[in-house]
């Protein structure tokens, strides 16, 4: 008994103090505490972004067990990013469970329903974004199914044409479907890898320009930017020690490129659900090589500066023994050809790299839920 | 002289830096592949026509990584090991070899 009370003190002595001064853990029990500790606060600043988003409308159905989101009608991180990511940080809430939970079984117990029949448009990069959601509700969760027969015909052509059904694992419901309507966009198939890939990168570039007729960038080039981008997701966006409060990732990325025939424009986009660069990189070994940089550009370090930084963190430092070179080599060809542009969407920041080194950069209200890289190259239509 | 062909003889798809980055990785071939040549030949020629990737992880890991780990001395490996290619596209990735080569500093933990 004096045992357990004096574990109870120690216990609530800690307590007051979690929040200031974390503890190095030296018992089982400590460690459970601090895992409770480290899911609360990374599940705290999720639903303070979710806060700051418009809801989505949701409801229960309690004898059925179902929960039934309804998406906004036009899925675009560019044109419609918060009602976007609202959407897709509500699926990844789902993937926790409908009280927010881990727990497994109460989570066979609820089915997950998603009004698909509501959106009428999904841009390229908002796609391949909810792909990777869905697939890894499906590793979480195990089945999915799909009603497509009652969608629009835009969002069941571009799950047809980004092999969508296929990744999912989902048998698609229609036989014959009515063309697209509206702006045409030309996807191709998702896919997806944990370590870099030479030859995935290689057939996505050659696969892109067969879809368009025209070249994307110079092939050698294209690819290490693509392969740089694989490394990346695979060495920093999940790291080991990382607390997840709901399943963790799958620890994928996923790629696509995409073809709007009518403004001429080619997009090779790679996406990580990771914790994001401006995470990453203050963790990393070249952060004493990017501060003096960060400083000079974004002495606010804000997460947009941050992802700057990442960038120049090569051109500018020559005794960094060629390493980190990885952010720099995903925008050297865009210099080099001096056409389109890459673009990084992590956390808060968004940065865009244009030919000649021009660097935009903004920060968003509401992080982004992990790192969405992409190229686009304007061809004229 | 040994001449390697690092597309046909190691991949045409070389990427990453470590062993779990996949098959193809810069420290596997500068460990399994590339030093095994040295200790049969004074001059090793990596001809590098026909790789479709060249990504400065694997590329960076391989000849940084070969003075950084302390695998041969910085100014052997120079002398000893040449990297050619007969294509224009990948002119720079000769030259990216010996700065990586050059810029590589021993670790001092190894």
């Known amino acids: 008994m004096k045992y357990l009370s004096e574990r109870r003190r120690r216990y609530f002595a800690r307590k007051s103090r979690w929040g200031l001064l974390p503890r190095r853990s030296t018992t089982g029990a400590d460690k459970v505490r601090s895992l409770a500790l480290a899911k609360a606060v990374s599940k705290r600043d999720f639903d303070a972004a979710v806060e700051l988003l418009p809801a989505v409308p949701k409801r229960r159905v309690g004898e059925e067990r179902l929960i039934i989101t309804t998406p906004p009608s036009h899925l675009s991180l560019s044109e419609n990013y918060e009602e976007t990511l609202a959407f897709l940080m509500e699926l990844r809430r789902s993937r926790a469970g409908p009280k927010g939970g881990l727990n497994r079984n109460v989570m066979r117990q609820w089915r997950s329903h998603i009004e698909m029949a509501d959106i009428k448009q999904i841009g390229p990069a908002a796609g391949l974004v909810l792909a990777a959601e869905l697939d890894s509700f499906r590793h979480r969760v195990g089945r999915m199914t799909s009603l497509d027969q009652t969608w629009h015909e835009n969002v069941r052509s571009f799950f047809a044409d980004s092999g969508l059904f296929e990744l999912l694992d989902v048998k698609p419901q229609s036989v014959s479907s009515k063309p697209a309507v509206g702006p045409l966009t030309k996807v191709l198939k998702y896919r997806r890898g944990s370590t870099p890939d030479g030859q995935q990168a290689d057939l996505l570039r050659s696969e892109l320009e067969a879809l368009c007729g025209e070249k994307f960038g110079p092939r050698i080039e294209v690819n290490n930017a693509l392969c740089e981008a694989m490394t990346n997701a695979h060495h920093h966006a999940y790291p080991p020690d990382q607390v997840w409060w709901h399943a963790p990732p799958p620890g994928y990325w996923w790629s696509t490129g995409a073809w709007m025939p009518e403004t001429g424009t080619m997009h090779m986009i790679l996406y990580d659900q990771g914790v994001g660069i401006p995470k990453t990189l203050p963790r990393s070994s070249h952060w004493a090589s990017a501060l003096p940089i960060l400083n000079r550009l974004d002495p606010e370090r804000t997460d947009a500066g941050v992802i700057e930084a990442a960038l120049e963190l090569r051109r500018t430092s020559t005794h960094i023994s060629g390493r980190g070179r990885g952010l720099y080599e995903m925008a050297e060809w865009i210099d080099q050809t001096q056409s389109g542009f890459l673009r990084i969407l992590s956390g808060k920041g968004l940065v865009t790299y244009r030919p000649g080194r021009r660097v935009q950069r903004s920060n968003l209200r509401v992080p982004f839920q992990g790192t969405l890289i992409e190229w686009e190259i304007n061809r004229g239509a | ?110």
Do not use: C
């Not at chain 2, 590339?34 to 694997?58: C, H, M, W, Y």
């Not at chain 2, 990948?90 to 810029?103: C, I, N, Q």
């Open chain 2, 1 to 110: 002289m040994i001449t390697l062909n690092l597309a046909k003889e190691f991949s045409p798809y070389p990427a990453g830096r470590y062993p779990d980055d996949g098959d193809f990785n810069g420290q596997r071939f500068r460990d399994k592949v590339l030093l095994p040549l040295l200790e049969k030949a004074r001059i090793v020629q990596v001809n590098i026509d026909g790789v479709a990737t060249l990504p400065s992880s694997f590329w960076e890991e391989t000849w940084g990584g070969m003075v950084r780990k302390r695998r041969i001395e910085k100014a052997e490996a120079q002398s000893r090991l040449m990297v050619v290619t007969s294509e224009p596209d990948l002119e720079r990735y000769v030259d990216l070899a010996k700065s990586f080569l050059a810029e590589a500093e021993p670790d001092s933990a190894t």
